[in-house]
């Protein structure tokens, strides 16, 4: 296991800050049932503070425990997937503090696909808060040295797993006080209604007027203008670089996923004056994808 750990367990105990990787993106973690590391986070991050965090848990019993209700339907989802990149957002008790969760009455929980997430939750002894570990509306760090790039001395310490698989944040998915889908990703809905029925789109409740908190439409952006296109069509002006699904970039959702962020950064350093991107397919396993360069997009 990474030697850090036990060092790092001790910043989280002590309030401090710990990035470290999760299957989705690296996250910037303190204790989630201590206030003044979650306004730690806010502030390394510059995270507006009506933002909620996802709180990672290393157990069942321990995501049952910080839940006020914990329906039937958390219960199979949970027992189908997790460990992995689904957040489920249901009423908190009170020993998580208002601050984490941007005064809502409800807290996502997620279980984390990644033996160094666990192994720092488990040896911590509490909850983790964690959003993505970079500069609020950035890029998402895939990598140790992502996270060193963003936030820098921001962290008291970056445990470094390598790079994470899955690429994408979680889905997330509100269940009080019916199944509300509030962000796509690499767990369809597909895959959500399977188990548990019909679930509600936000989108399709609400355009635009009322997006979920912290669903900023600007978000997971590189610094280099980004545009969505169709059939190869760039701008004609200026250097930039283009990418393709099935070309220069996987052609399946999965590779794609797991490939994304990291191309990005790498073309974010490279100067171009745009980086252009091909609209992945109108499908449900792409829909993650979709949603996360829609809002990298430059509008
Ligand atoms: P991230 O921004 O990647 O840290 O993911 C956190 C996102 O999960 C937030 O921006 C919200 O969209 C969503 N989220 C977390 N907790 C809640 C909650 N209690 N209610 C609604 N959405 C939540
Ligand atoms: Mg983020």
């Known amino acids: 296991m990474n030697p850090d750990l036990d060092k790092a367990a001790a910043l989280i105990r002590s309030g401090r800050l710990v990035a470290f990787p999760t299957e989705t993106v690296y996250g ?11 306004a730690r986070i806010f502030a390394a991050k510059g995270r507006p503070a009506s933002s909620p ?19 039937q339907t958390a219960e199979l989802l949970a027992a189908r997937h997790w460990p992995g990149p689904l957040t489920l957002v249901v009423p908190k008790q009170p020993q998580i503090p208002d601050a984490a969760t941007a005064g809502l ?44 790039k963003s936030l820098g001395d921001r962290v008291d310490l970056i445990l470094d797993g390598g790079s994470t698989p899955v690429g994408i944040e979680s889905t997330v998915l509100a269940l009080t006080p019916k199944p509300t889908l509030l962000r796509p990703g690499m767990i369809s ?19 635009e007027a009322h997006p979920a908190p912290g669903l900023h439409a600007r978000h997971y952006s590189p610094r280099t203008p980004l545009l969505l296109v169709r059939d190869g069509q760039l701008p004609a ?25 990291s191309t990005l950064h790498r073309l974010d350093e490279a100067g171009y004056d745009w980086i252009a991107v091909e609209e992945p397919p109108d499908q449900a396993s792409w829909a993650g994808i979709r949603d996360r360069l829609k809002r990298a997009a430059t509008p």
């Not at 997620?110 to 509306?137: V, W």
């Open 189 to 207: 809905l597909e895959e959500i209604e399977a188990l548990i029925g019909n679930v509600e789109l936000l989108s399709a409740l609400n355009p």
């Open 53 to 71: 965090l996802i709180v990672h848990v290393s157990s069942l019993q321990m995501a049952r425990s910080l839940a006020a209700e914990w329906p």
């Open 28 to 38: 910037l973690g303190a204790d989630a049932l201590n206030p003044e590391a979650v």
């Open 105 to 148: 009455p409800t807290v996502g929980l997620r279980m984390p696909a990644h033996p160094l997430a666990l192994a720092l939750i488990e040896a911590a002894g509490t909850p983790i808060a964690a959003p993505s570990a970079n500069r609020f509306t950035q890029l998402s760090p895939t990598s140790a040295e992502h996270v060193r």
């Open 237 to 261: 002006t200026g250097r930039g670089a283009y990418l393709s699904s099935g070309a220069n970039m996987p052609d399946n959702p999965r590779d794609y996923a797991s490939a994304l962020y």
